[in-house]
C-alpha cells in the first residue's frame, strides 16, 4: 500500500485506488494508494485485525491440545494443572505465565517433559502475534505512486491550421519548460554536497539519470577542424530503462531501453565562418563545416545565427511619437 503523495500531488494529480507496480510483478505489485488519513485508519484495523485472529488461532489451538492429550487414567497434578490452563486459556500471554509457574513449580519432581513443550508452543505464537502486530504497519512499504496522466498532452502540433495565438502559447509554455529543465540540472546534477530540497521533493522517479563523463576525449569529427586534440566532451547515459529509470509502469514486455551518446568538442572557425544578409536586410553567419538540407539561394551550410550587428533595415516606417 502507498500512502505518501509526495509534494507533487497538487500539480501532478495521483490516482488513488487499486493498481500493479509492475516493477514487482502482479502479485507483489498489488498496490492500494490511499491519502494520509485513510491509510492510517487502515494500517491501525490492520493491526487489530491481526491480533484478533492470531487470538482466536490460540483459542483453537488450546482446545485442540486440551482434547488430544486428555485421559480417564490416572496423571499426576501437573498434568491437570496442565490441562486446566489450557482449558481455561484466555490469551497466549496469560496462558504462557500459568505454564512458566507450573513448571517452576514441578521441575524438580521429573515433570519438565509434561510442561515444557507446551510452553515453549505457547512462547512461540505469542512472540508471533506480537511480531505480526508489529509488521502490520509495513503494508504501507512505499512512497511510490502512480499519476493519473490527465496533465499529459501534445504541447505543440506542427498542424498548419493552428492559429497564431495557440502557436505562441505552445511555445511559451515550451520556454518555461525549458528554463525549469534548465535549473533542474543545474540543480540536481551538481557536484555539491548539498542538496536542494526541490530535488528530493521532485515527481521523478530517479533524481540523477545515471552517465559517465568523459572531459578527455578525442576529436569528434575530423581532427583538422577540432580546437582541442583530446580534451573534448564524451556523455554517455548508458541503457535507459522506461520503468526503471523513467516511471512508466508498464510490463516487462512492454519496456524500451534505450541509450544516449553526446560527444562534443570547439571546432576551429577560421576559415569556415562566412557572412550572408537576406533579402529582407537581416544578417546571418554561417559555419561552413559541411552540407545540410536547408539553404538559402543555394548555398549550404552547417547552422547559421542571427548577426545582429550586421543587420541592414532596409524597411522602415515614421514613428507614432514625437519629442516636442
Known sequence: ???????????????????TNWSYGPVYGSMLTL??????????????YVTFVLGRLWAILCLCLHMAFSSNRPRDAAYHQRQASLRNSSDSGATAWVLAQIWWLWRSRN?????????????????????ASGFSSKIAFSNEVILTGSSCRFVYDEDSSLNITRTSS?????????????????????????????????PFVQQQLPMIVNQTAGCPFDPSICATKSQNLLIDTGYLD???????????DGRTQFRAI???GPLITKGYVADFQSPEGQGYR??????TSYSDQGDTYTYRKQNFSGSILTNTARPSYSLE
Open 35 to 48: 491519502a494520509q488519513a485513510e491509510a492510517n485508519l487502515l494500517v491501525a484495523f490492520v493491526a487489530f
Open 170 to 202: 505552445a511555445w511559451y509554455y515550451i520556454s518555461k519548460w525549458a528554463t525549469a529543465m534548465a535549473d533542474y540540472a543545474q540543480q540536481c546534477y551538481s557536484q555539491s554536497t548539498f542538496v536542494d530540497q526541490n530535488c528530493i521533493n521532485s
Open 262 to 264: 553526446f560527444h562534443c
Open 242 to 252: 522506461t520503468d526503471h529509470h523513467f516511471g512508466i509502469n508498464t510490463q516487462r
Open 111 to 131: 515433570s519438565p517433559t509434561k510442561i515444557l513443550p507446551f510452553l515453549a508452543l505457547v512462547i512461540l505464537l505469542w512472540g508471533a502475534t506480537a511480531t
Open 1 to 19: 500500500m502507498d500512502t505518501s503523495h509526495r509534494n507533487t500531488s497538487a500539480a501532478y494529480p495521483v490516482y488513488v485506488g487499486l493498481w
Open 286 to 291: 554561417r559555419y561552413l563545416f559541411g552540407n
